[in-house]
Every structure is written in C-alpha cells, then in structure tokens.
C-alpha cells in the first residue's frame, strides 16, 4: 500500500496540447519525489456530447497553436502537430482506465502512446479500432479482443463520469487542472501546464508542512 503524504490528481484531456505538454513535466516530479509523491491522472472530457467539437481548421485552434502551443513545445523539446481532426476523447479515456485497470505501466504507456498519436500524427480518439491498435504497439502482451469488448460495453463509462463529477465539485473547469492533496486532505488546484520549478515548489511545499506536523 503506498502511504505516500502527497497526492496529486492530474484531470486532463487527449485532445488538450497543454495536458500532453504537462506529461513530461509530470514524470520529473514523480521521479523526484518518488515514494513521497502519487499522481493519478483522471478523465476530462472538454466538449462531451452534445457539445460541439472545435473546427479542425478554423481560426480559434491556428490562433492558439501559434501563440501558445508551438512556443512551449519549443521550450520543452516536444514535437506537436496540430492535428486534421477534433474528435470526441471519451473512448479514448476509457481505453485508459482499462489499461490503468491492468497496471500503472500500462496505463501511463497507453496514454502517452494517445498522447503521441493525436499530437504527431492525427490518431482518431474516437475510433475503437484505432484505440486497439495503440493498445496492441504497446508490446505490453494485453488482451486487446477483451479491450474492444470494454468499449463495446461501455465498462469503464461510469469510471470518466465519475472523475468528471469530482472535477466539477472541485471547481475544476479547464486542463490540465492540478489537485494536490496532503494526506488526504485537499492542499490546493492549479489550473494550465504548470513549470516543472512550479510544480516542485508546491509538492516541496507539502512535504515541509507535512514534517511540521
């Protein structure tokens, strides 16, 4: 069991650029703080049905692309691509939680593998087969007839609902959205990629309040 004093629950979405954009930065503070630190990344669906999806090519996601997304992915040595579609990301945390259900490696692989694929090469989040394929890249030996059958059935539905629910209690409206906890207990939310320096200080932060009581 880990007794980790702080935990940090990473709500975030496979079609934001700035949640693919946070995940390195995510892995140094865990390799920091290893044993002292346990983050879970949670689901948040930015335009679930029947909200519509963003216009591939239109001017909001060039406009942003631009200004934001490409300077930071320069910053941090990632390659992004805007991608041709906008497709809806349920299935996509589904195909997830599925993977995170079998182990945290595989979890982590599955997601940064979607993470990769939507941002280089236009992957369809939507498309069962396509999430399958990822799954099978893996080399991770999973059962992937058992994970087109999960989707199928929509078995770890309730799972990204719920996860959007506890966004929404916590006051969470855009991603990534950063919750951090000290023993159990709510310590804070930070909302956009954060810096790595930031999100050093803040857990570091923690563990001094943490050795104070």
């Known amino acids: 069991m880990n007794h980790a004093p702080v935990s940090l629950d990473v709500f975030s979405d496979f079609v934001c650029p700035f949640c693919y954009l946070e995940e390195p930065e995510l892995d140094a ?27 591939p090519d239109g001017d909001y996601l060039h406009d942003i692309w631009g200004r934001a997304v490409y300077p930071m992915a320069r910053e941090r040595g990632m390659t992004l691509r805007l ?13 997830t939680a599925w993977a995170e259900a079998r182990s945290r490696e595989a979890g982590a692989a599955l997601r940064h593998a979607l993470f990769r694929g939507f941002f280089e090469d236009s992957l369809d989040l939507a498309d069962n087969e396509a999430l399958c394929h990822t799954a099978v890249t893996l080399g991770l030996s999973l059962d992937v007839e058992d994970l087109r059958q999960a989707l ?34 709510h310590a804070g939310i930070l909302e956009g990629a954060q810096p790595r320096r930031q ?7 923690l563990l001094d309040l943490a050795q104070q009581h």
């Open 83 to 95: 991608p041709r579609i906008q497709p809806r990301s349920r299935l996509a945390h589904e195909a």
């Open 152 to 185: 199928a059935e929509g078995r770890y539905t309730q799972q990204v609902l719920d996860d959007q629910q506890i966004a929404g209690e916590l006051g969470i409206q855009g991603v990534p959205g950063l919750r951090f906890a000290l023993n159990g207990e």
């Open 29 to 55: 503070l865990n390799a920091r703080f290893s044993d002292q630190l346990t983050i879970r990344w949670r689901a948040f669906e930015l335009r679930p049905t029947p909200a519509p999806t963003l216009d």
């Open 199 to 205: 999100l050093l200080l803040a857990v570091e932060r």
